[in-house]
């Protein structure tokens, strides 16, 4: 018999070669096996999971307990630092001559401590502004509701008149103020709200505890922001390749920017609606214009459809006044809407994150069906992010394809 003298290379080219149905031969090494260990080790979780849900619930709300006020200062942290930037920047271009040193172990806690009252006083503004508002409002509905029932009384008597004339029948009501009174109060003293009013005072306690955690939390973070930095930085080279950590740390920046952008252009977005809705308002003669233009203005912050909730507080507190203006108000918050949904928040937002308007709309939509309030909160940054890094991709591979579209 002749030897078998094959090269290396072909054998290793047989070793791929195809079967007739298109696939490769399969080797099993360390590296496949470790996969096919986490792989079953998944399933088996998922599986397990799916089969103790309330477990798994159980586990996930503990795990959110003890979190949520680090998150929170994750959050209270971005939105200071989105001020704290700016104002250090404007410490930089100080003059300085022999107090360098001191100027520079200034900078980083006067420029927190600014920027932490800037947006603490914002709040507490907007706060003291709507508050009494609406408990002046609430007082004249107490003191007027008798005088209110009369009127839908007579609305409803004259109802009743005007269809008999024209040969319909509509039956009457009768409505005594102090039965209802009597009615509303056997309803609050029946309802066990002693012990709602407990869980609401204990569910507030543990809210102050988690707000200053948090507020203790985001200053640590921003007051050692590079340190922490810069050991992430090394722990993240340490264990893992250097490319994967580039890319990672540029999605990081990318993702940062965009949120950035995102939260600049949404403040802008909602100081114009509420000037918008202030002009119109006092063009109309409406009452509460301030108010009320700062409330929608405060609820423009949630994308798109934020506006309208400022629409319903706003309409609740000029009906009282008058209903015929509380109709006209709605109508002329819906006009503004349509116009501040289609055209500026796209143009101002969208243009901030660098987004399409189009895309806008259709991530605030989606992300509103999924996850509600906070899906539309982060849904447009997260698909900018998303879409700047489609972008990267795709012009990359018509790069290497040489194909200019």
Same mark, same amino acid.
């Given at each position: ?75 209270i ?23 360098e ?15 932490t ?110 340190k ?5 930085k ?8 250097k ?8 999605f ?19 100081? =114009?609606? +509420?000037?918008l ?9 409406? @009452?509460?214009? &301030? %108010?009320?233009?700062? *409330? ?18 706003g309409?609740?507190?000029i009906?009282?006044v ?43 939509? =989606?992300? +509103? ?7 539309i909160?982060?849904?447009? @940054?997260?698909? &900018? %992010?998303?879409?700047t *890094? ?16």
């Open positions: 018999m002749k030897e078998n003298n094959i090269p290396a290379e072909t054998q290793a080219a047989s070793d791929k070669k195809d079967d007739g149905f298109g696939s490769v031969t399969f080797r099993f090494t360390k590296r496949t096996f470790k996969y096919l260990v986490l792989a079953a080790g998944a399933v088996i979780l998922i599986y397990w999971a799916l089969n103790n849900t309330d477990k798994v619930s159980l586990v996930f709300d503990r795990i959110m307990t003890v979190v949520e006020p680090f998150i929170l200062g994750f959050c942290a971005f939105v200071i630092n989105v001020l704290m930037r700016p104002l250090e920047k404007l410490w930089d271009k100080i003059p300085k001559k022999k107090t040193k001191i100027s520079q172990k200034l900078r980083r806690p006067v420029c927190l401590i600014l920027s009252l800037i947006m603490v006083g914002i709040v507490f503004a907007l706060l003291f502004m709507i508050i009494p508002e609406f408990k002046n409002t609430f007082g004249t509905i107490a003191n007027a509701f008798p005088q209110y029932i009369s009127k839908i009384e007579g609305w409803l008597a004259s109802a009743v008149k005007f269809a008999e004339s024209h040969g319909f029948t509509i039956p009457e009501f009768s409505f005594n103020a102090e039965k209802i009174m009597n009615v509303l109060g056997n309803a609050i003293n029946n309802s066990g709200i002693v012990d709602k009013t407990l869980n609401i005072t204990g569910s507030i306690v543990t809210g102050v505890v988690n707000l200053v955690i948090a507020f203790a939390f985001s200053f640590y973070l921003l007051s050692q922001k590079e922490l930095a810069s050991g992430s090394k722990v993240l080279y340490a264990f893992f390749r490319e994967k950590v580039n890319k990672f740390l540029d990081i920046e990318l993702a940062d920017q965009t949120f950035t952008n995102f939260l600049t252009g949404q403040l802008m977005e909602a100081v =114009i609606i +509420g000037v809705c202030f002009i119109g308002m006092l063009i109309f003669r409406m @009452p509460y214009a &301030a %108010v009320i233009s700062v *409330l929608v203005g405060t609820t423009a912050l949630i994308p798109v459809f934020g506006a309208f909730i400022g629409t319903a507080i309409a609740f507190l009906l009282f008058s209903p015929m203006k509380a109709v006209w108000f709605v109508v002329f918050i819906v006009i503004l809407q349509q116009l501040e949904g289609n055209l500026i928040y796209p143009k101002v937002v969208g243009k901030s994150v660098g987004l399409p308007g189009i895309w806008v709309l259709t991530a605030v939509t =989606i992300g +509103g069906n999924l996850l509600g309030v906070v899906g909160l982060i849904s447009v @940054p997260l698909c &900018a %992010v998303l879409y *890094l489609l972008r990267q991709s795709v012009n990359g591979r018509l790069k290497k394809k040489q194909i200019n579209i």
